[in-house]
């Protein structure tokens, strides 16, 4: 047994499939199965129940597929404390953020990386929050962006910014004629929403329940863009982060009175992570970000 077949167990693991774990290691599917299957034969059990249709860990397995996951994790601690020692400014940064701020603020972010650390080989990985939490748990990557709030005493979690949030509604609205709304303007009013699975949708059901606000059941979005676009065409009203608001996009955005409603981004990493130098730089890069566009505001 090796660390690389350990590697194999977890793809095979993670996806279900021989033939995608294959991929995922770069390696051909008879390949890997072989390995797989001596890996059986070494430990004499078997890991995974194997049809036409599907591939399950069995009880055993999981138990070894969970020993395997801290296995690799102490590996890439090793790994991050070796390059961290040599240059903690220096090598990949696996970042993550969910899919209503990954486009806001990643495009700020990249250039401000390069320029202040030259030697970090930046790659940015968009995902839902629960995928996130997942391949920050798993190794996949070294940190998130991510709304609080986060539960998981092994992370580190930094609040950055509150991304406030504003009404959007067509221009032809009537609450398009108002500066200022409560959520007791929206009582009664049908909204949108996006799917199940977005953070964004969690977090807006929240500030509305209150309201009494109905959503839109036969209308949902599977992004941010097409949710602009539904309210645009009068279908509903929405609520979109600050952070995502254009200007001249067919919209009206509408401040909600103090105290509006927010969501607060937390930059999200492992505890056992030896790279804290390097996220303590990456927050600092964000609030510079933040305190630019304050100041353009």
Known sequence: MNLRDLQY?????????????AERCFISQPTLSTQIKKLEEALGIQLFERSNKKVLPTEIGEQIIGSARRMLEEEQII??????ARDPLAGNLRLGAFPTLAPYLFPQ?????????????????EDKTDTLLRQ??????????????????????TALFEDEFL?????????????????DDLTGLPLLLLDEGHCLRGQALQICQTAGLSEQQDVRATSLETLRQMARAGTGITLIPAIAVR??????????QAPPPRRTIALVW????????????????????????????
């Open 9 to 21: 167990l977890i793809a095979v693991a993670d996806l279900r499939s021989f033939g995608q774990a």
């Open 79 to 84: 790994k991050e404390l070796a390059a961290s």
């Open 109 to 125: 972010l990249v250039p401000l990386i390069r320029r202040e650390l030259p030697k970090i080989r930046l790659m940015l990985i």
């Open 136 to 157: 920050l748990s798993s190794g996949q990557i070294d940190a998130a962006l991510l709304a609080m709030p986060v539960e998981d005493e092994s992370l580190q979690i």
């Open 167 to 183: 009404l959007a509604v067509a221009c032809g609205h009537p609450l398009a004629n108002k500066t200022i709304v409560t959520l």
């Open 247 to 256: 200007e001249e996009d067919g919209l009206c955005y509408r401040p909600f």
């Open 270 to 297: 492992r505890k056992t992570t030896a790279r804290r130098v390097l996220f303590e730089k990456l927050v600092f890069s964000v609030l510079a970000i933040r305190r630019k566009a304050l100041r353009m505001e």
